[in-house]
Protein backbone atom coordinates (compact mmCIF):
# COMPACT_ATOMS: atom_id res chain seq x y z
CA UNK A 1 0.00 0.00 0.00
CA UNK A 2 1.33 3.36 -0.94
CA UNK A 3 0.33 6.57 1.01
CA UNK A 4 -2.47 8.30 -0.44
CA UNK A 5 -1.45 12.85 -0.40
CA UNK A 6 -3.73 15.11 -1.39
CA UNK A 7 -1.98 15.17 -5.45
CA UNK A 8 -2.95 11.79 -5.29
CA UNK A 9 -6.39 13.12 -4.76
CA UNK A 10 -6.27 15.71 -7.38
CA UNK A 11 -4.99 13.86 -10.47
CA UNK A 12 -6.96 10.88 -9.71
CA UNK A 13 -10.46 12.32 -9.72
CA UNK A 14 -9.31 14.85 -12.32
CA UNK A 15 -8.70 11.44 -14.16
CA UNK A 16 -11.90 10.33 -13.58
CA UNK A 17 -13.43 13.55 -14.58
CA UNK A 18 -12.04 13.98 -18.10
CA UNK A 19 -12.05 10.31 -18.46
CA UNK A 20 -15.41 10.03 -17.83
CA UNK A 21 -16.94 13.17 -19.86
CA UNK A 22 -14.24 11.62 -22.94
CA UNK A 23 -15.86 7.95 -22.67
CA UNK A 24 -19.42 9.51 -22.71
CA UNK A 25 -18.62 11.33 -25.72
CA UNK A 26 -16.65 8.42 -27.41
CA UNK A 27 -19.41 6.02 -26.58
CA UNK A 28 -21.96 8.35 -28.54
CA UNK A 29 -19.64 7.85 -31.57
CA UNK A 30 -19.20 4.30 -31.09
CA UNK A 31 -23.56 4.57 -31.19
CA UNK A 32 -23.86 6.93 -33.50
CA UNK A 33 -20.68 7.28 -35.99
CA UNK A 34 -22.31 9.62 -38.71
CA UNK A 35 -24.72 11.77 -36.78
CA UNK A 36 -24.52 15.74 -37.46
CA UNK A 37 -24.22 15.93 -33.43
CA UNK A 38 -21.66 13.58 -33.05
CA UNK A 39 -19.66 15.45 -36.22
CA UNK A 40 -20.51 18.59 -34.70
CA UNK A 41 -19.91 18.01 -30.66
CA UNK A 42 -17.40 14.85 -30.53
CA UNK A 43 -15.05 14.67 -33.78
CA UNK A 44 -15.45 18.31 -35.09
CA UNK A 45 -14.69 19.74 -38.54
CA UNK A 46 -16.70 18.12 -41.15
CA UNK A 47 -16.24 15.67 -43.39
CA UNK A 48 -16.93 17.78 -46.40
CA UNK A 49 -13.54 18.98 -45.88
CA UNK A 50 -11.34 16.49 -46.19
CA UNK A 51 -11.46 12.79 -47.42
CA UNK A 52 -14.89 11.90 -45.50
CA UNK A 53 -14.01 8.07 -45.43
CA UNK A 54 -10.44 8.64 -43.86
CA UNK A 55 -12.34 11.44 -41.42
CA UNK A 56 -14.67 9.09 -40.68
CA UNK A 57 -11.91 5.94 -39.98
CA UNK A 58 -9.38 8.36 -37.81
CA UNK A 59 -12.28 9.18 -35.77
CA UNK A 60 -14.12 6.14 -34.96
CA UNK A 61 -10.91 4.55 -34.59
CA UNK A 62 -10.18 6.69 -31.79
CA UNK A 63 -13.60 6.65 -30.41
CA UNK A 64 -14.00 2.79 -29.97
CA UNK A 65 -10.10 2.62 -28.62
CA UNK A 66 -11.64 5.39 -25.74
CA UNK A 67 -14.78 3.96 -24.83
CA UNK A 68 -13.73 0.14 -24.73
CA UNK A 69 -9.58 -0.02 -23.95
CA UNK A 70 -8.47 3.71 -22.85
CA UNK A 71 -11.28 5.10 -20.74
CA UNK A 72 -11.52 1.92 -18.29
CA UNK A 73 -8.05 1.47 -18.30
CA UNK A 74 -7.69 4.94 -16.55
CA UNK A 75 -10.48 4.79 -14.46
CA UNK A 76 -9.37 1.39 -13.21
CA UNK A 77 -6.49 3.53 -12.53
CA UNK A 78 -7.52 6.49 -10.71
CA UNK A 79 -9.81 4.10 -8.15
CA UNK A 80 -6.77 1.59 -7.24
CA UNK A 81 -4.69 5.08 -6.72
CA UNK A 82 -6.95 6.30 -4.19
CA UNK A 83 -7.17 2.66 -2.64
CA UNK A 84 -3.34 3.17 -2.08
CA UNK A 85 -2.52 0.47 -4.41
CA UNK A 86 0.92 0.46 -6.15
CA UNK A 87 -0.44 -1.19 -9.34
CA UNK A 88 -2.58 1.85 -9.67
CA UNK A 89 0.07 4.10 -10.21
CA UNK A 90 1.57 1.84 -12.52
CA UNK A 91 -1.40 1.25 -14.63
CA UNK A 92 -2.39 5.30 -14.23
CA UNK A 93 1.54 5.63 -15.39
CA UNK A 94 0.42 3.50 -18.50
CA UNK A 95 -2.77 5.17 -18.61
CA UNK A 96 -1.23 8.56 -19.28
CA UNK A 97 0.04 7.92 -22.18
CA UNK A 98 -2.37 8.56 -24.29
CA UNK A 99 -3.63 11.44 -22.95
CA UNK A 100 -0.52 13.70 -24.89
CA UNK A 101 -0.01 11.10 -26.93
CA UNK A 102 -2.70 11.02 -29.38
CA UNK A 103 -2.46 14.77 -29.45
CA UNK A 104 0.57 14.40 -31.78
CA UNK A 105 -1.19 12.30 -34.78
CA UNK A 106 -3.82 14.37 -34.38
CA UNK A 107 -2.44 17.54 -34.90
CA UNK A 108 -0.44 15.89 -37.81
CA UNK A 109 -3.83 14.47 -39.50
CA UNK A 110 -5.18 17.69 -38.74
CA UNK A 111 -3.28 19.84 -40.18
CA UNK A 112 -2.16 17.56 -43.12
CA UNK A 113 -5.90 16.11 -43.65
CA UNK A 114 -8.00 19.33 -42.77
CA UNK A 115 -10.11 17.07 -40.12
CA UNK A 116 -10.55 19.99 -37.36
CA UNK A 117 -10.18 24.00 -37.60
CA UNK A 118 -7.41 25.45 -35.43
CA UNK A 119 -10.65 26.54 -33.10
CA UNK A 120 -9.90 27.90 -29.44
CA UNK A 121 -11.51 24.33 -28.57
CA UNK A 122 -9.30 22.73 -30.07
CA UNK A 123 -6.41 24.08 -28.29
CA UNK A 124 -7.69 24.11 -25.14
CA UNK A 125 -8.64 20.41 -25.77
CA UNK A 126 -6.47 18.51 -27.98
CA UNK A 127 -3.43 20.88 -27.38
CA UNK A 128 -4.26 22.22 -24.12
CA UNK A 129 -5.98 20.31 -20.70
CA UNK A 130 -5.63 16.26 -22.28
CA UNK A 131 -2.43 16.82 -22.54
CA UNK A 132 -1.35 18.89 -20.14
CA UNK A 133 -3.01 16.48 -17.68
CA UNK A 134 -1.41 13.16 -19.19
CA UNK A 135 2.82 14.75 -18.78
CA UNK A 136 1.25 15.73 -15.32
CA UNK A 137 -0.35 12.40 -14.54
CA UNK A 138 2.98 10.37 -16.11
CA UNK A 139 5.46 12.33 -14.00
CA UNK A 140 3.72 12.07 -10.37
CA UNK A 141 2.88 8.56 -11.00
CA UNK A 142 6.48 7.76 -12.10
CA UNK A 143 8.19 9.65 -8.97
CA UNK A 144 5.83 8.54 -6.80
CA UNK A 145 7.24 4.63 -7.87
CA UNK A 146 10.24 5.36 -7.65
Wanted: hydrophobic share 55%; with cysteine.
Amino acid sequence: MMPVTTWTWVIALSGLMLTTVLMLLQSIAVLRPYSKWTIRHVYGGSPDNTDPAAYFAFNRGFAIADAIFWGPLQITASIAMLAGERWGFLLALIASVPFWYSAIPMYVWDRDMGFRQNTLTYWVFVWGIFPLFGVIEMVYCFVRLL
